[in-house]
């Protein structure tokens, strides 16, 4: 079974801080994923990356960076945390261009 | 800018019904995902719909693809109560390197009712 991790299920940060999101795969897919997901807007795509060292801009990239250091880890960084990034935040991950995405248990991440 | 329409977003319906979930996109995709989410978990794949006039059936849930029309259904027959969750389609976008990010619809709340 494919199973995407993530480091935290509930994060609490302050206004300003710099915030690590990690993000690990076990299967050896090329492409990862991080998206956000709120009420009554679905999942938005942050960012993604279909190589080691590679990254793509979706489509809410503002106030976020990521950083794909090794194959299985996909990381997504807030530089300085904002109260509106509060939010639940999925990595997936995928092989080829055709087959779905499978969603880590996701991230609650609350900015006070 | 691709956008993904469902309709609707919220559903209340009897165990035993029959009822269908609408996807429309706005621009040409020839790949549609539909996933599940139940409350506090995470999404999990159930189609992949690959071309036009595709058709996918798990157990009392099928999905079709009208990529000309830009419309995908899913259809529920005879739903049971397991059936509640919040179901999202999705189409393929930002090629880069091979990997497509996907956009969302909002999601169509189920709720199935004995």
């Known amino acids: 079974d494919v199973k995407v991790t993530q480091s935290s299920r509930y994060l609490v940060k302050r206004t300003g801080e710099k915030v690590f999101l990690e993000c690990v795969q076990d299967m050896d897919h090329e492409n990862m994923f991080w998206y956000r997901q709120d009420p009554g807007l679905g999942l938005r795509l942050i960012y993604f990356s279909y190589d080691v060292k590679m990254k793509e801009k979706g489509d809410i990239p503002e106030g976020y960076s990521v950083s794909r250091e090794k194959k299985e880890r996909f990381s997504l960084i807030l530089e300085s945390a904002s109260t509106n990034q509060t939010s639940m935040y999925l990595c997936?991950?995928?092989?080829?261009?055709?087959?779905?995405?499978?969603f880590g248990p996701g991230t609650r991440l609350t900015v006070t | 800018e691709l956008k993904v329409e469902q309709n609707p977003l919220f559903l209340s319906m009897q165990e035993g019904k029959n009822y269908t979930i609408y996807c429309n996109y706005s621009t040409t995709s020839d790949r549609l995902y539909w996933y599940r989410q139940d409350p506090g978990k995470s999404l999990e794949s159930l189609f992949v719909?690959?071309?036009?006039?595709a058709v996918k059936q798990e157990g009392r849930l099928m999905a079709s693809l009208d990529t000309k029309a830009r419309l995908s259904t899913l259809h529920i027959t005879a739903a049971v109560h397991d059936l509640s969750a919040t179901y999202f389609c999705a189409v393929t976008t930002y090629s880069g390197g091979g990997a497509d990010g996907l956009t969302f619809g909002k999601g169509t709340h189920l709720i199935i009712q004995p």
């Open positions: 719909l690959l071309s036009n006039g």
């Open positions: 997936a991950s995928g092989v080829g261009s055709i087959y779905e995405q499978y």
